[in-house]
């Protein structure tokens, strides 16, 4: 269940959410909230490398240059992409999670806010990353602790999350920049080695396959060339 703006409100007053700095009752909408943009972005590095940002540990340090936007605006040109935080940190429940999505003023100007990681879990405490790329043609710019560019809805979970599991299991909790080293409280589970030779599918991928010529297949490149 999605809280509406009388849940959030009273969510918010009774500092089972938490924000800090603390928000305005203005930024709380009639079933989100508006964060705003952070002082600190984040550029990738070009590198000629094979990067595997999904290894356990990843550490992408030396392979990103931060930025502080205590005296500048944040610019975005057409195709950049840029990681940002949001101004507030975020403190959740056990009890909620959360998505964090766009705002529609913003995409009609060709920002995308997030790319495919827009869930927040239970128990996470934190600033938000934003995965910010701008798909138009116009050059952007935002004006950091001042510009709303981002909305958290909170979602009812069906079991309360402990605060110890929570913390154990979570991912960039407190998190200082858009992307530090990844890791979690306790050693992730799939750190033992896998047979996959053992593997049904890896088994069945080894065996010869025998293919065949469509024969429609001419006919339909010369349909759609």
């Known amino acids: 269940m999605i809280l509406s703006r009388p849940d959030l409100i009273r969510a918010w007053k009774a500092k089972q959410i938490r924000f800090l ?11 989100s909230i508006d964060l705003r943009l952070g002082y600190v972005s984040t550029r990738l590095k070009k590198t000629k490398r ?7 540990g990843f550490d992408p340090t ?3 240059q931060n930025y502080e936007h205590e005296r500048s605006n944040l610019i975005i040109k057409p195709r950049q992409f840029r990681l940002a935080l949001t101004l507030e940190r975020v403190s959740i429940p056990g009890t909620l999670a959360a998505n964090v999505q ?3 003023s ?14 927040i879990h239970p128990g996470f405490a934190a600033p938000i990353a934003l995965e910010l790329y701008n798909h138009g043609p116009w050059t952007l710019e935002f004006l950091p602790g001042r510009d709303l560019v981002c909305q958290i809805i909170f979602f009812k979970v069906s079991t309360k ?7 154990s299991l979570g991912t960039y909790m ?15 589970k799939l750190s033992t080695k896998v047979d996959w030779k053992q593997d049904p599918l890896w088994k069945a991928l ?20």
């Not at 999350?161 to 913390?167: H, L």
């Open 174 to 188: 407190d998190q200082a920049t858009p992307f530090p080293r990844r890791e979690r409280g306790e050693k992730s």
């Open 102 to 104: 766009g705002k529609s």
């Open 206 to 225: 080894q065996k010869p396959l025998d293919w065949k010529v469509d024969p429609h297949a001419s006919r339909l490149d010369e349909e759609f060339a």
């Open 161 to 167: 999350i402990p605060s110890k599991q929570a913390k």
């Open 21 to 31: 700095p603390d928000i305005s009752e203005e930024q709380i909408g009639l079933s």
């Open 106 to 119: 913003l995409a009609r100007a060709g920002l995308a806010v997030h790319i495919t990681a827009p869930h």
């Open 62 to 64: 030396h392979l990103v």
């Open 50 to 56: 094979t990067i595997r940002p999904a290894a356990e």
